[in-house]
């Protein structure tokens, strides 16, 4: 058997694994999720993984899905491994949420422009996706933060009591 200190080490290897396995599947559930409404708004009689634009790429429906759901995956992990950027205590909560505003985008921005969710001819285009995503970001940013300042507060009111 392992000495206590191994133990622990393997078991928080398998809880930050299992943590990315789940991240992975969130990512390509919150993929299925959003293109699903795009094809339900878009009144498609095929399902698109993505653009279908990124489809006209490949011979099968198949391979382009899976790329997508891949791509969302990694989203999910890599998503989950910059959320660790608001443990580094040295920075102030605005280095550390504009590091990560700055990050995201890099990746989101990256996955779509693969994944053709955009056609970027001008420059007026590029601000708007920019624009979008700051909007939405900071939406879900802000919900993270009242979340967070709920649970300071109900561990400030416990220590008092």
């Given at each position: ?11 928080s290897v398998s809880l930050f694994f299992g943590k990315l396995i789940i ?17 339900l708004a878009n009144g498609s009689k095929l399902y698109y993984a993505t ?85 939405i970001y900071f939406v879900i940013w802000t919900i993270g933060y009242l ?15």
């Amino acid at each position: 058997m392992y000495n206590k200190q191994t133990q622990d080490h393997i078991n928080s290897v398998s809880l930050f694994f299992g943590k990315l396995i789940i991240n992975f599947c969130i990512g390509v559930t919150i993929m299925v999720l959003i293109s699903t409404i795009f094809n339900l708004a878009n009144g498609s009689k095929l399902y698109y993984a993505t653009s279908p634009a990124f489809y006209e790429d490949f011979e099968t429906h198949l391979i382009p899905t899976l790329i997508s759901f891949g791509i969302g995956g990694i989203i999910g992990v890599i998503a989950t491994l910059l959320s660790e950027i608001y443990s580094i205590e040295k920075l102030s909560l605005l280095c550390k949420s504009l590091l990560h505003l700055g990050s995201m985008f890099v990746l989101i921005f990256s996955a779509g422009y693969y994944l053709k969710w955009y056609h970027l001819k001008s420059l007026s285009e590029i601000i708007s996706v920019l624009a979008t995503f700051i909007i939405i970001y900071f939406v879900i940013w802000t919900i993270g933060y009242l979340q967070a300042k709920r649970e300071w507060q109900h561990i400030n009111d416990q220590l008092k009591s």
